[in-house]
C-alpha cells in the first residue's frame, strides 16, 4: 500500500495492463505530485522506483497531478499545477517507466509555465502522434478573470509557439473558465470542453480549433458551441 495521506486524481491503462495513477502525496505541510502504478492484480509494480510509486517536490511547496498520459514508450506524462508561494503555475512532468525522471524532458523532466503572474493550472492532457503535447485548463491574470487555456508543448518540454498565440490559446467568456478537457479529431483538429461562470449559473461549452489553435468559425459560426439549460452545467469528459 501507499504510505502516508493521498489522494488520486486520474489514472491511465499502460500496454501491460498496469494502472497508472496520478495524484497528491501529502508530506508533512507539502501536497506533493504523486504517481502510483499497480500491476492487473491489484499489487503496486515495484519496478516503478523500487516500490511502485514516485512524487514530485521541485520546489518544496505544493503540487497537484489532474491528467495522465502513457507514451508507446512507457514514459509517463502527467499535467497538473505547482505553487511556488503565492503564485500557481502550470506543470508538466514525464517520467521514464522505471519513475527517474525523463532528463529530455525540459532538462530535469519537469516543466513550469507562468502566463500573466496568476494563477495556471492545466486539467486536460492529449499526446498526439508526432510527439506535440497539448494541455487544458485554465490561467488568471494578476486580476480576478480566469480564462479557457490550451497549450502546445514540443516532445522536449519547450512551448510550440507555432500554436495560437505564441504556444497558447485562451478565451473569456465569463468570470470563471475553464477549458476542463479535450480529445483530437482524426483531421488534427482540437475539441476543447468545459464550462464559463460561476455555480450554480454556470454554462457549458464546446470549442472546435484547427491545427493552428483558431477558433474553427465553421462549428456554431464562432468556434464555441454553449450550453444553457437554466441551471448550472459543466463539462468535464
Known amino acids: 500500500s501507499l504510505p502516508g495521506r493521498f489522494t488520486t486524481g486520474t489514472s491511465a491503462l499502460d500496454a501491460d ?12 505541510a507539502s501536497r506533493e505530485l504523486l504517481v502510483a502504478r499497480f500491476d492487473p492484480d491489484g499489487n503496486l509494480d515495484t519496478s516503478l522506483d523500487g516500490d511502485g510509486w514516485v512524487t514530485l517536490n521541485p520546489l518544496g511547496g505544493n503540487q497537484e497531478a489532474r491528467a495522465v498520459h502513457i507514451q508507446p514508450s512507457g514514459g509517463i506524462l502527467v499535467a497538473g499545477w505547482l505553487q511556488d508561494g503565492a503564485d500557481i503555475d502550470f506543470l508538466l512532468a514525464r517520467f521514464n517507466p522505471d519513475g527517474s525522471p525523463d532528463t529530455s524532458f525540459s532538462g530535469d523532466g519537469w516543466r513550469r509555465m507562468d502566463v500573466d503572474g496568476g494563477t495556471d493550472m492545466f486539467y486536460g492532457l492529449h499526446r498526439l502522434d508526432s510527439g506535440l503535447i497539448l494541455a487544458s485548463g485554465q490561467t488568471q491574470d494578476t486580476g480576478v478573470t480566469q480564462e479557457s487555456a490550451l497549450v502546445r508543448f514540443n516532445s522536449n518540454g519547450s512551448t510550440d509557439t507555432s500554436f495560437a498565440t505564441n ?15 479535450l480529445t483530437v479529431l482524426p483531421d488534427g483538429r482540437i475539441v476543447l470542453i468545459g464550462y464559463s461562470g460561476i455555480s450554480p449559473n454556470r454554462d457549458g461549452y464546446v470549442m472546435l480549433l484547427d491545427e493552428d489553435g483558431s477558433l474553427d468559425a465553421s462549428f456554431d459560426t464562432d468556434g464555441i458551441a454553449e450550453l444553457d ?7 468535464i469528459d
Not at 167 to 181: K, P, V, W, Y
Not at 229 to 235: C, I, K, R, S
Open 17 to 28: 495492463g498496469n494502472y497508472v495513477l496520478t495524484g497528491i502525496h501529502i508530506n508533512g
Open 229 to 235: 439549460l437554466g441551471g448550472d452545467e459543466t463539462l
Open 167 to 181: 504556444g497558447i490559446f485562451t478565451r473569456e467568456m465569463g468570470d470563471n473558465d475553464l477549458a476542463r478537457n
